[in-house]
């Protein structure tokens, strides 16, 4: 099988998505990218304000998750998570 016979388009990924972000992450362990703590979503410190919401690493401060909301958007930037472990049930936290 060539590569090209697997390779679909992003939505054929909707499924999945769809049950990522329907998901509770406070109990994903993310890792920041700045200085590698691996944490709870939830322990990260929240810097709000009329825009968004910055999450920032409880360790070093680095910013972790940028949210905004703009007309008819939301844009989330997670640069500054190196990596995400979600669970898939709460018995998995």
Known sequence: MQVEDMRLDGNA???TLRE???????????QC?????????GALLEYGHGMGVILRCSSCEAAVVR???T?????LDVS???FLSIP??????
Request: aromatic letters at 4%; glycine letters at 10%; one cysteine or more.
């Open 13 to 15: 990924a909707a499924g």
């Open 80 to 82: 500054g998570i190196a």
């Open 33 to 41: 990218a700045c200085c590698g703590t691996v944490a709870p979503m």
């Open 20 to 30: 990522i972000f329907a998901l509770d992450v406070t109990a994903a362990l993310a």
């Open 67 to 69: 949210i905004a909301r």
């Open 71 to 75: 007309p008819g958007w939301i844009r």
């Open 88 to 93: 898939d049930s709460p018995a998995s936290a």
